[in-house]
């Protein structure tokens, strides 16, 4: 409550009081004459509180806008080799060896949220995010859960298998590329360049992530024959525990999204079914369809053409472990013969395999006729 609202306050309980001492006395018009003063009063009372409520919302939007700004700009400092302050190198400065700059949380989201327009896997496997280079996580091994024991209601319940926990070792390596940016850019740009920055930067890391993706998921994996469509449908009903139906997705590359797409089953049918969740995706019994391109999963062979393809709950096969924070550095140096500035962004990850068993690897032959 500010100053004008107490003042107004006090004249309405002030005006109140005086209102019930005429009524009292028997002065009904003069008490009338009050209740329409305090009516105004209380009117003014009103509008004075919501402005109140505004104005004190806008400034907490501000603070919140100025704080998101300074981030930015302690950002595009360090970008320019300008000197920082205690607290602006306390935003962006790696406690762990106090030398690598971390891009802002919030510059962070915004070049994250430029991935999605990227067809990345990171989003099909499990995700682990850690602030250590090295490490390790457990998962139950799901072929040892045994069921519930029956027992008589007053009787001890009775013991049960332990859990059985398989460790998996993790060690993050850094992967980054060197990005020549104009001083000219540099000295004028601000949110642009955060856009600039994240489309460059996501174009290499989703490429370098996938390729790391799909290769651990080939890890210790023979190739499962698939004659036809239908060799896949038998595999997804009887290679896979019934109990992963739920988190089953097929990833296939587009010679052999193409050649399911025009498949048609005995009756006529195609056998890909648009998902009524997402226009832009087909499902293969149900499951969802998703399509790399054929230069990151190749197709082999010349006259007897395969896909490669991959399907079960990959969520479960595999994780992608994230150092969390982009690091960065700058030089001048480099790049003064050209006026430029180069920035050096790195990305720490590793993907390890987990429970193998939970998906399948194949290669599904296209030019059956089928």
Known sequence: MNKKMRELLQQINAKKQEARSLLNEGKKEEAKKLTEEIRALQEEFDIEATLFEEERASIEINETTNEEVD???????????????????ALIVDGAN?????IPEDVNTQINELRRSYKSARSLIGYYPTTTLTGSFVYEDASTITELTNFTDGDDVPDSNEPKFVPVQYAVAEYGAILPVSNVLLQNETGGLIEYLGRWFNKKAVKTENKKIFEVLKQGKTAKALADWKALKKSLNVDLDPELATDIVIVTNQDGFNYLDEALDETGRPILQPNPTNPTQKLFMGYPVEVFSNALLPTTG?????????????????VFVE????????????????????????ELFDVIQADKDAYMYGEMTINSGE
């Open 71 to 89: 981030h930015v700009r302690t950002f595009f400092k360090a970008l320019r080799g300008e000197a920082l302050t205690e607290e602006e190198r």
């Open 98 to 102: 106090n030398e690598n700059l971390i």
């Open 302 to 318: 010349t006259t007897n053409k395969k896909a490669p393809i991959f399907y079960g709950a990959l969520k479960e096969g595999a």
């Open 323 to 346: 150092r969390q924070g982009l690091e960065f550095a700058t030089s001048e140096h480099a790049g003064f013969t050209k006026n430029q500035t180069l920035i050096r962004v790195i």
